[in-house]
T-cell receptor, first 115, second 118 residues
Framework: AQKITQTQPGMFVQEKEAVTLDCTYD???????LFWYKQPSSGEMIFLIY??????QNATEGRYSLNFQKARKSANLVISASQLGDSAMYFC????????????FGAGTTVTVRA | DVKVTQSSRYLVKRTGEKVFLECVQD?????MFWYRQDPGLGLRLIYF???????EKGDIPEGYSVSREKKERFSLILESASTNQTSMYLC?????????????????FGSGTRLTVV
């Protein structure tokens, strides 16, 4: 079964607007962490933001925020005030306490920011 | 600046060749991982290692093996390369231990090796 589902293969967003990338996950482990990574065309994976399953507040890092809805098992990434440099592929990933050190990744969403 | 370094950015090999992909990290991390990335499939775990000389199969280990003789180095080996192993290969490392809520110990990735098998 797919642990991480990203249903949006690609998205277009206008510069300076906000964009929401969807991520749903599947786990029966009460203790887990959720990550978002950015992969520009150069190929490197850049860590953006982390949310722990016991965290009471939604995580924020600069223009990135994570809309964590635990009951719905969703962890959407919101990018505010999009910039041309935000054009990249974005991956949602999960690490479960019961699954040692492994991250499970979604298929990714390609974001293209238009001027 | 801490780094995970993959020896080759682009590689072209012939079917049947034995291929070595090398990865070195300078962060003293216990855990190291090899993923392959294919369009529409995301990243899939091939093998990982949580200590020197220790290895565990990931989700798609068939056709691959690994070696970890030193803490900082994790090698992926394609015993007999095939065209369906054409892919982007990403190495990563992480600290050991699980913190609250699954741990905030994410991965540090290398820049990837784009392997083409012809």
């Amino acid at each position: 079964a797919q642990k991480i589902t990203q249903t949006q293969p690609g998205m277009f967003v206008q510069e300076k607007e906000a964009v929401t990338l969807d991520c749903t996950y599947d786990t029966s482990d009460p203790s887990y962490g959720l990550f978002w990574y950015k992969q520009p065309s150069s190929g490197e994976m850049i860590f953006l933001i982390y949310q722990g399953s016991y965290d009471q507040q939604n995580a924020t890092e600069g223009r990135y925020s994570l809309n964590f809805q635990k009951a719905r098992k969703s962890a959407n990434l919101v990018i505010s005030a999009s910039q041309l440099g935000d054009s990249a592929m974005y991956f949602c990933a999960m690490r479960e306490n019961s699954n040692d050190y492994k991250l499970s990744f979604g298929a990714g969403t390609t974001v293209t920011v238009r001027a | 600046d801490v780094k995970v370094t993959q020896s080759s950015r682009y590689l072209v090999k012939r079917t049947g060749e034995k291929v070595f992909l090398e990865c070195v990290q300078d962060m003293d991390h216990e855990n190291m991982f090899w993923y392959r990335q294919d369009p529409g499939l995301g990243l899939r775990l091939i093998y990982f290692s949580y200590d020197v000389k220790m290895k565990e199969k990931g989700d798609i280990p068939e056709g691959y093996s690994v070696s970890r003789e030193k803490k900082e180095r994790f090698s992926l080996i394609l015993e007999s390369a095939s065209t369906n192993q054409t892919s982007m290969y990403l190495c990563a490392s992480s600290q050991s231990g699980i913190g609250t809520g699954g741990g905030s110990y994410g991965y540090t990735f290398g820049s990837g090796t784009r392997l083409t098998v012809v």
